[in-house]
């Protein structure tokens, strides 16, 4: 069974500052990638996911994704955070074509300070 | 397109009962998915129906059965309910798509 591990529980940034959360999945075949965020007392939202091919993603509201096979890695970034990006962030893995189950980090609590 | 809605959106039961919670998927997904997100943790894979079969199951006991109708809509049921059952209650539906889940607000069930 695949795992997901996201570094940072909780991140307090600037706003303007950049942003980088960490994501790293256990499992040696083909993967789904994804990045979910959870704006306070809002449902889950797609930010950006891989299937294939470029491995840098580019996401809704201006965050990004970029795949590192050798290292299990999905690494989420934004040059320069806003307020409005105070969230919870979450990656998500599913294992190939025939697998629907989405398997989550615990999520990354961002704070962005005005 | 409607979105995934989810009743109700609060619950409190007592230790021991029986609950059922609904969604109605996005117009034309026919598959749905639940999730359990406990306070502090991401959402952990209970099951999935596609075109109202079961075709995937997580780490969950049998108390915790679903259902999903013609319509596309779907139940999660919790017998015996326990108080680690208190958590937040994801619905996700798609269109036989690898990840294009629309996930619903959740209904936060409180067992006491």
Not at chain 2, 51 to 72: A, H, K, M, T, V
Request: proline share 4%; hydrophobic share 30%.
């Amino acid at each position: 069974a695949q795992s997901v591990s996201q570094h940072n529980h909780h991140v307090i940034l600037s706003e303007a500052a950049s942003l980088e959360l960490g994501c790293n999945y256990s499992y040696g075949g083909t993967v789904n990638l994804f990045w979910y965020v959870q704006y306070p007392g809002q449902h889950l939202q797609l930010l950006l996911k891989y299937f294939s091919g470029d491995p840098l993603v580019k996401g809704i509201k201006g965050f990004e994704a970029e795949f590192i096979k050798s290292k299990f890695s999905f690494n989420l970034r934004k040059p320069s955070v806003q307020w409005s990006d105070t969230a919870e962030y979450f990656c998500a893995v599913n294992a190939g074509s025939n697998d629907y189950k989405l398997s989550f980090g615990a999520g990354t609590t961002v704070t962005v300070r005005a | 397109e409607t979105g995934v809605t989810q009743s109700p959106t609060h619950l409190i039961k007592t230790r021991g009962q029986q609950v059922t919670l609904r969604c109605s998927s996005q117009s034309g997904h026919n598959t749905v998915s639940w999730y359990q997100q406990a306070l502090g943790q991401g959402p952990q894979f209970i099951f999935q129906y596609y075109r109202e079969e079961e075709n995937g199951r997580g780490n969950f006991p049998p108390r915790f059965s679903g259902l999903q109708f013609p319509n596309y809509s779907s139940e999660l049921n919790v017998n015996a309910l326990e108080l680690d059952d208190s958590a937040l209650y994801l619905c996700a539906s798609s269109l036989e798509d690898r990840g294009g889940y629309t996930f619903g607000s959740g209904t936060r069930l409180t067992v006491v």
